[in-house]
């Protein structure tokens, strides 16, 4: 067997793989890969744990058993090479290289250059060598951080951490609305680009002081005024948008996520503002303690788990799906008409239909078989079927959705046969019911068997006092 050391082919190999390999890397941006070539990195996925294993195993056996196996160092070798090089033409297909890219390449590079030297070493006899030895333990080092910085590409730099998912973390009752919300909303979205390591834009989102530090362009918040905060422009923009953040194919924030950016800000953006100093009806409060109740969150940890990767599968220029906060699996689904309709677009959402607990349907033309689906989503809280062609038949087989909180059927054909089933749904809080056939008869029936009811079926008092203010103002003038 410790011939093979002798085969002086075996030998050309693998001072061969080492130049190419030194080459690649030194003349990087003078290479155009052919589709070919990027196929070959696809490999490096799988080819990587080949030499993971074998140099930890010829490392162990070199210090037990003194000797090392030619056939298991010869194939550590090559598949470390072969992994260097493979790995290095996937990251051809990288536009933009990170900190993390750029070290694990060189450090890949390192394993496979040293367990060549190593080779070289052994088949001139100095395997025992003091100098191999150090060589063998620096091997194993280069291994463990390779794979760590690896690792951290793959599946996100804090993939080591202990898993814990913060979405699930009870907050405090009186919640610091920067501390414990506002941070944590950045902290799971935009801090894997924007740390103190990797400050892409030149900006950091760790501290308020170096948010409002802000990156290249200057100040990324305005505190007081929204509409002047770089940060909140750019989660505004439509996704397509090269500036949007979080860039596409990343996950997005969800609407209330945004909104609640946004409110901290016009209030100033402080670090000691707190849940309580708000007054119940403000915006920031309704939206932090809606979506902060530690029941809602642990309701939805049951959810089956939906992966970024099936939403955005899912997703297309008619429907939007976001989670409706943090990591949660509970999915918000907007739907917007497209010029030829299909049924398809909604019954395509079946396998998530369990996640579904927000869907916006409005205006669409659904008929028996999109409200047999809507039915079917059965964790929904809110749904929006108003400006749609349904009656009172399809409102009946909707009863399946006991936990439906808000539904608006506004401007439909819906009459006090509807009021039965409406009557059903015990967690109703909000029903939109205005330019419907429902007469104040049935309004009265709905509101007795439910007085928490809130029943919009008109324009809402709230909204009279708005008119009612803006004329007397008219007047004044
Ligand atoms: C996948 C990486 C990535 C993620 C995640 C990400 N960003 Fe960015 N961000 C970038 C890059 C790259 C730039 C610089 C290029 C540009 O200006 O568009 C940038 C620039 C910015 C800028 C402009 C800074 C300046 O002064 O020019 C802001 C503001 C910003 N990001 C906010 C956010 C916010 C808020 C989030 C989370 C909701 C986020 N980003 C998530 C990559 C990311």
């Not at 800000?265 to 503002?273: H, M, N, P, V």
């Not at 054909?413 to 409406?422: F, M, N, P, Q, R």
Request: overall charge negative; glycine content about 6%.
């Amino acid at each position: 067997m410790e011939q093979l050391y002798k085969k002086r082919w075996i030998g050309y190999l693998v001072f061969g793989l080492s130049v190419f390999l030194l080459f690649c890397l030194c003349f990087e941006s003078y290479i155009k890969p052919p589709v070919l070539v990027s196929w070959l990195g696809r490999w490096h996925p799988l080819i990587l744990h080949f030499p993971i294993v074998l140099l930890v195993v010829a490392v162990f056996t070199s210090f037990t058993q003194k000797k090392v196996a030619a056939l298991l160092l010869i194939t550590a070798t090559l598949t470390a090479l072969i992994t260097a090089i493979s790995g290095f033409l996937l990251g051809l297909d990288e536009s933009q290289k990170g900190d993390l890219l750029f070290w694990h390449q060189w450090l890949g590079a390192g394993v496979a250059l040293f367990a060549a030297l190593w080779y070289w070493l052994e088949t001139l006899n100095y395997g025992q060598h003091i100098g191999t030895k150090t060589l063998q333990i620096i091997l194993i080092f280069l291994v463990a951080i390779t794979g760590h910085y690896g690792g951290s590409i793959t599946h996100g730099e804090n993939f080591l951490d202990m898993p814990k998912d913060k979405s699930y973390a009870k907050i405090p009752d009186n919640p610091l609305i920067y501390e414990h919300i506002v941070d944590r909303i950045l902290e799971q979205n935009c801090v894997s680009c924007h740390n103190p390591n990797k400050q892409k834009g030149e900006l950091v989102v760790t501290s308020l002081k170096d948010l409002i530090k802000g990156g290249e362009n200057g100040s990324s918040i305005h505190a007081g005024n929204p509409d002047k905060s770089v940060l909140l422009n750019r989660l505004y923009l439509p996704k397509e948008d090269k500036e949007h953040m979080p860039p596409e194919g990343k996950k997005q924030l969800s609407t209330t996520e945004i909104e609640i950016i946004k409110e901290w800000i016009s209030l100033g953006a402080s670090d000691t503002l707190r849940l309580n100093d708000l007054k119940t009806n403000q915006p920031l409060a309704k939206l932090v303690t809606k979506m902060m109740s530690p029941n809602q969150l642990e309701k939805w940890s049951v959810l089956p788990i939906v992966q970024d990767s099936t939403i955005q599968r899912l997703e297309s220029d008619y429907v939007t799906i976001r989670r409706v906060f943090g990591n949660t699996n509970a999915l918000s689904i907007n739907m917007y008409t497209p010029p030829t309709y299909n049924p398809d677009l909604i019954l395509r959402l079946n396998a998530i239909r369990n996640n579904i607990i927000e869907l916006d349907l409005s205006g669409l033309p659904i008929e028996a078989k999109e409200i047999e689906f809507v039915a079917s989503c059965t964790n929904l809280e809110s749904l929006e079927i108003d400006k749609t062609a349904i009656t009172d038949h399809e409102i009946e087989a909707l009863n399946t959705l006991t936990k439906l909180k808000s539904l608006k059927v506004s401007e439909t054909e819906i009459g006090d046969k509807s009021t039965a089933v409406l009557s059903n749904f015990k967690n109703l809080k909000n029903l939109f019911i205005y330019e419907t056939n429902i007469s104040q008869n049935g309004i009265d029936q709905l509101q007795g068997n439910n007085p928490e009811l809130r029943i919009i079926s008109g324009i809402s008092e709230e909204l009279r006092a708005a008119f009612i203010q803006t004329d007397s103002i008219k007047k004044e003038q």
